[in-house]
């Protein structure tokens, strides 16, 4: 990527037909959205020369300064805005118009302007659906799902995949508080007969062995090349139809995929999971039906130049 991440006082300013569209975090100068952004637009652009005058941009923005960003990105005419760490569950105090699944999950990834407002949506639940089955050909409904972690993204995970009638999700989580506050979530709006949890005191192994279970790592465990695996049982033990898909897609290949190949079973990272749920995003923003292979190659074109 060419251009550096902008800091507030420099963004710039959009009249149509310019639109801007950004991604705001602290740090952010490690996010690939504009690659697979400006792609996608690169592309709607040859079909609709309305879109030749958008462009998708990082911009570094602290958490405390949050609630103020929101309003000068408004004047400054961006239309979509994509939060990362660390804005995604502190943006709920700045907006006030949600959709039902970004409600639900108490997290927000991708805000839209309309009448004047920024509304509310999260698209990892609907990224790690597309994820799962195009890369793995999971299906939810009926499928048994363990969930590494308890923050922001399994909490994304979680909903989706109980929306979506998994008949078990288990979370489990370094921390019990962490752990505690998303079953006590889950429980308040799904089946507790699906929901389960565990920490390593308490993980039950002989519930995993030899069954076959969908395994996300949502934990930050992996993100250095010297992590060890999040899961605390080795992957051979899982019956041999489990898949193993890790929301981390750089480093490529995390300790816990090279022991799920090892043990022979199906596998992914999370690159996937990224393009769908920018592709939801320019979706909403476009209201045009946005092409995620384009988006994939230009990611997968930026990790290996
Ligand atoms: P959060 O900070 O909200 O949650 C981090 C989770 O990781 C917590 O459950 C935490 O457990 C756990 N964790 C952190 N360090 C350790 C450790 N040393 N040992 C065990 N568990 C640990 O982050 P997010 O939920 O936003 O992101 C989680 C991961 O998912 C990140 O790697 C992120 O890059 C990835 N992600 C990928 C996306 C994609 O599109 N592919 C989208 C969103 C996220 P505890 O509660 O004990 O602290």
């Given amino acids: 990527m060419r251009e550096r991440p902008f800091f507030l006082e420099e963004i710039p300013q959009f009249t149509l037909p310019f639109v801007g569209l950004a991604v705001l975090g602290h740090p952010i100068s490690h996010s690939i959205s504009p690659v697979l952004h400006n792609a996608a637009l690169s592309d709607l652009s040859l079909q609709d020369s309305a879109f030749k005058g958008w462009s998708y941009h990082r911009v570094d923005i602290k958490a405390e300064n949050l609630a103020n960003a929101l309003v000068k ?11 990362t760490i660390p804005h995604k569950v502190e943006v709920l105090k700045s907006v006030n118009r949600l959709d039902s699944e970004a409600s639900l999950i108490g997290a927000v990834n991708t805000l839209f302007l309309r009448d004047g407002q920024w509304f509310g949506y999260n698209t990892d639940g609907y990224g790690l659906h597309q994820a799962l089955r195009k ?3 999971v299906y939810i409904p009926n499928s048994r799902i363990l969930i590494l972690g308890a923050g922001g993204a ?11 009638g998994a008949s078990s999700v288990h979370i489990h989580n370094r921390s019990p508080e962490r752990l505690n506050d998303l079953l006590s979530l889950l429980r308040n709006h799904f089946e507790r007969s699906r929901i389960s949890g565990s920490t390593v005191g308490n993980f039950r192994e002989f519930e995993f062995v030899d069954q076959d279970w969908v395994v996300i790592n949502a934990t930050s465990l992996g993100l250095s090349e010297e992590d060890p695996s999040p899961f605390c049982m080795p ?8 898949v ?35 592709a939801k995003a320019l979706e909403i923003w476009t209201d045009q039906e946005v092409c995620a292979k384009r988006m994939l190659e230009a990611a997968k074109n930026y990790f290996s130049g």
Avoid: H, W
């Avoid at 990105?73 to 939060?83: H, S, T």
């Avoid at 898909?245 to 995390?254: E, Q, S, W």
């Fill in 154 to 164: 399994a909490r994304a995970a979680a909903v989706k995949c109980l929306l979506e």
């Fill in 73 to 83: 990105f408004a004047e400054a005419g961006y239309l979509g805005l994509n939060l």
């Fill in 135 to 137: 890369d793995l050909g």
């Fill in 235 to 242: 992957c051979t033990e899982l019956g041999k139809k489990s």
């Fill in 244 to 278: 193993v898909y890790d929301m981390i897609y750089n480093p490529a290949k995390t300790k816990l995929l090279a022991e799920a190949d090892e043990a022979g079973l199906s596998f992914a990272n999370g690159l996937s999971m990224l393009v769908y749920q920018a």
